[in-house]
């Protein structure tokens, strides 16, 4: 399953037209909150991520990528998600820095599937890249994921 998702990723992108973005994207997010482990069993702490990123002019995204999770057990899987931008930026940090909002969620494929909602936001850092910092809630069948929330930021460029 792992190796189709990623086949079809390198094949979106590589047939995607001049009108959308491809961009690289790597994230790092850390847990704010999580259930207690009474039970021996092992928690995140951690996340990381290295993806490609197609934009849509419509200010959607597709990602998908690598995931790497850290915490009292070290695992690697993949993941895929979806983004939807505000079509005009929601503020100002500074003259010349937007700042658009963004929800979506995704999906990553690690010891056991793993559904996440977020949202946030994209800050222009410069003409070519954006900072992304946001919050998402993990949930899984298994107890190892299961309602974490996680916060994080990443860079796309």
């Given at each position: ?12 992108s590589a047939n995607a037209s001049a009108e959308g973005q491809i961009a690289s994207l790597v994230n790092f997010e850390s847990t704010a909150t999580r259930p207690d482990s ?90 070519t890249s954006r900072l992304d910092v946001y919050v998402k809630i993990l949930n899984s069948s ?16």
């Open positions: 399953m792992k190796s189709l998702l990623l086949a079809a990723l390198v094949l979106v009474r039970n021996e069993q092992s928690n995140v702490t951690s996340i990381g991520y290295a993806a490609m990123e197609y934009t849509l002019p419509e200010n959607i995204s597709f990602y998908g990528g690598f995931s790497f999770v850290i915490g009292e057990n070290f695992e690697s899987g993949a993941t895929v998600g979806s983004r939807f931008y505000s079509a005009t930026p929601a503020f100002q940090i500074f003259p010349g820095i937007p700042m658009w909002s963004f929800i979506g969620g995704g999906i990553s494929f690690l010891e056991d599937t793993v559904y996440y909602p977020e949202a946030g936001f994209r800050i222009a850092a410069s003409d298994n107890e190892t994921y299961d309602k974490h929330v996680m916060i994080g930021a990443g860079l796309t460029f």
